[in-house]
C-alpha cells in the first residue's frame, strides 16, 4: 500500500486532466485518470459533458488490454453504485485486471463514499489513497461545494483601477481593463455554468456575458439576474444570493450592489481582482456595504492563491479561508 516516488507526478497529470470536464461534467464531478504500465501513459480520461462516460471508462477504453496489470492514477475514488445511464468504475477496474489504484481524494457521495476503496482491496487490487487530495479537491471545487456545502461555488469578478473603482461617476465601466484582461474573463466564464449580474448593471451595460473566445463560444453560460423583480427574456431572476439553485459554478460579475450583497451573505469563495494602472478619483466604489461590524473582522478571510499580470492589468486571485 506504499505510495512511490512518482505517484504525485502522476496524479498531478491526472488533476490537470480533470480540469477538461469543468464545467460540462455538471451534475457529476469533474474527474481525471490515467492508465500506467511500464512507465508509459495507455490511457487518459476525464468525465464527459453531462456526466457519461466516467473518466475511469473513458482511460480504460483508450488503454484496451494495457491495463491489466496497470497502476490507475483517479482524481476522486471510483464510484461504487450502480446507474441506469452506466456500469459502475470499480466493477470495470476490477473486470480489466489493474493491479494498483492511486486515488486522490475519498468520494464525499454517500453511495460511495469509501465503498469504492474497499470493494477495491477486496478484489485483490492494491490502494494507495491521499496522494495530492488538497489539489484534486480544488480542481473540482463546484461540485465538491454543493456535495458538502449544499451550495454552489461562487466565483466574484470585479475590474478595477488602482483607486478601487469600478466604474466612472455617470456609470460608464467599457472599460476599466485591457484586452488580455478582458480575454481572460471570457475564459473564466467558459469555465462557469452561470454568471449573475445585479439588476443595474443590465440596466446600464445591458451585457450579453458570452464567451468571445475562438472555439469557446458554446460555452457561454446560463445568465442570472439579481433582482427582487422579474428578468427580462434571457436571464433567469435570482431574489438572493442565498436563491441559486441547480448549478454548481456561478461567476458574479458585479456590479457593486450585487458583489456586495454576496459578500455579505458570505457566499463568495474565490475573488479576482483584475487591476487596471488607471486612476479614476470620484467614481463608483467596486463595494458598498459587506456587513462587517469591525475592521478586525476583515482580516483573515482571503488568501491570496494567484498572482500575474496581464498585459497592463494585475490579476490576483483569492480564496475564501472557511474552516474545515
Ligand atoms: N468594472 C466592473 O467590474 C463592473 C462590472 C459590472 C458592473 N459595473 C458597473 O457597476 C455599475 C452597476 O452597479 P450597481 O451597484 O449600480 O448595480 P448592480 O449591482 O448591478 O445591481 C443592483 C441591483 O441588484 C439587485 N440586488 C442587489 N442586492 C440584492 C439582494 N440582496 N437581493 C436581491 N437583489 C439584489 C437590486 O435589483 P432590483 O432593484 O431589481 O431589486 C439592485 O438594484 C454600472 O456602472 C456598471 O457599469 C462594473
Same mark, same amino acid.
Given at each position: 500500500?506504499?505510495?512511490?516516488?512518482?505517484?504525485?507526478?502522476?496524479?498531478?497529470?491526472?488533476? @490537470?486532466?480533470?480540469?477538461?470536464?469543468?464545467?460540462?461534467?455538471?451534475?457529476?464531478?469533474?474527474?481525471? %485518470?490515467?492508465?500506467?504500465?511500464?512507465?508509459?501513459?495507455?490511457?487518459?480520461?476525464?468525465?464527459?459533458?453531462?456526466?457519461?462516460?466516467?473518466?475511469?471508462?473513458?482511460?480504460?477504453?483508450?488503454?484496451?488490454?494495457? *491495463?491489466?496489470?496497470?497502476?490507475?492514477?483517479?482524481?476522486?475514488?471510483? %464510484?461504487?453504485? @450502480?446507474?441506469?445511464?452506466?456500469? %459502475?468504475?470499480?466493477?470495470?477496474?476490477?473486470?480489466?485486471?489493474?493491479?494498483?489504484?492511486?486515488?486522490?481524494?475519498?468520494?464525499?457521495?454517500?453511495?460511495?463514499?469509501?465503498?469504492?476503496?474497499?470493494?477495491?482491496?477486496?478484489?485483490?487490487?492494491?490502494?494507495?489513497?491521499? +496522494?495530492?487530495?488538497?489539489?484534486?479537491?480544488?480542481?473540482?471545487?463546484?461540485?465538491?461545494?454543493?456535495?458538502?456545502? @449544499?451550495?454552489?461555488? +461562487?466565483?466574484?469578478?470585479?475590474?478595477?483601477?488602482?483607486?478601487? %473603482?469600478? *466604474?466612472? /461617476?455617470?456609470?460608464?465601466?467599457?472599460?476599466?481593463?485591457? !484586452?488580455?484582461?478582458?480575454?481572460?474573463?471570457?475564459?473564466?466564464?467558459?469555465?462557469?455554468?452561470?454568471?449573475?449580474?445585479?439588476?443595474?448593471?443590465? *440596466? +446600464? $451595460?445591458?451585457?450579453?456575458?458570452?464567451?468571445?473566445?475562438?472555439?469557446? !463560444?458554446?460555452?457561454?453560460?446560463?445568465?442570472?439576474?439579481?433582482?427582487?423583480?422579474?428578468?427580462?427574456?434571457?436571464?433567469?431572476?435570482?431574489?438572493?444570493?442565498?436563491?441559486?439553485?441547480?448549478?454548481?459554478?456561478?461567476?458574479?460579475?458585479?456590479?457593486?450592489?450585487?458583489?456586495?450583497?454576496?459578500?455579505?451573505? $458570505? /457566499?463568495?469563495?474565490?475573488?479576482?481582482?483584475?487591476?487596471?494602472?488607471?486612476?479614476?478619483?470620484?467614481?463608483?466604489? *467596486?463595494?458598498?456595504?459587506?456587513?462587517?461590524?469591525?475592521?478586525?473582522?476583515?482580516?483573515?478571510?482571503?488568501?491570496?492563491?494567484?498572482? /500575474?499580470?496581464?498585459?497592463?492589468?494585475?490579476?490576483?486571485?483569492? !480564496?475564501?479561508?472557511?474552516?474545515?
Amino acid at each position: 500500500m506504499k505510495q512511490s516516488p512518482a505517484d504525485a507526478d502522476w496524479m498531478a497529470v491526472a488533476i @490537470a486532466l480533470s480540469q477538461r470536464g469543468r464545467p460540462v461534467s455538471a451534475p457529476n464531478p469533474n474527474v481525471g %485518470c490515467l492508465i500506467v504500465n511500464d512507465g508509459k501513459i495507455h490511457g487518459r480520461g476525464w468525465t464527459q459533458a453531462g456526466g457519461r462516460p466516467h473518466a475511469e471508462a473513458m482511460a480504460l477504453a483508450a488503454a484496451g488490454d494495457a *491495463a491489466r496489470g496497470a497502476t490507475v492514477y483517479a482524481s476522486l475514488e471510483p %464510484c461504487a453504485h @450502480a446507474s441506469p445511464r452506466g456500469p %459502475c468504475c470499480t466493477d470495470a477496474l476490477i473486470g480489466a485486471g489493474v493491479a494498483r489504484v492511486v486515488v486522490a481524494a475519498q468520494d464525499p457521495d454517500p453511495r460511495t463514499d469509501g465503498r469504492g476503496i474497499a470493494r477495491l482491496r477486496g478484489a485483490g487490487i492494491e490502494v494507495v489513497t491521499g +496522494v495530492l487530495p488538497t489539489e484534486a479537491r480544488a480542481a473540482m471545487a463546484p461540485w465538491w461545494t454543493r456535495q458538502t456545502a @449544499a451550495r454552489p461555488y +461562487v466565483t466574484l469578478k470585479l475590474a478595477t483601477s488602482l483607486d478601487g %473603482c469600478i *466604474a466612472m /461617476r455617470d456609470g460608464s465601466s467599457r472599460w476599466v481593463t485591457g !484586452e488580455h484582461a478582458r480575454a481572460h474573463g471570457h475564459l473564466e466564464r467558459a469555465r462557469h455554468q452561470a454568471i449573475l449580474v445585479g439588476r443595474g448593471t443590465l *440596466a +446600464v $451595460d445591458d451585457p450579453k456575458l458570452d464567451v468571445r473566445l475562438p472555439g469557446l !463560444e458554446a460555452r457561454s453560460p446560463k445568465r442570472l439576474l439579481l433582482t427582487r423583480g422579474i428578468a427580462p427574456p434571457g436571464w433567469s431572476a435570482v431574489g438572493s444570493p442565498e436563491a441559486i439553485d441547480g448549478i454548481d459554478s456561478v461567476l458574479v460579475e458585479g456590479g457593486a450592489g450585487a458583489a456586495s450583497a454576496f459578500l455579505a451573505a $458570505d /457566499r463568495v469563495d474565490r475573488l479576482l481582482l483584475y487591476r487596471a494602472p488607471i486612476l479614476i478619483g470620484g467614481g463608483k466604489p *467596486a463595494l458598498g456595504d459587506i456587513g462587517l461590524t469591525g475592521l478586525a473582522d476583515a482580516h483573515g478571510r482571503w488568501r491570496l492563491a494567484d498572482s /500575474r499580470l496581464l498585459g497592463s492589468d494585475r490579476l490576483d486571485v483569492y !480564496e475564501r479561508v472557511r474552516e474545515g
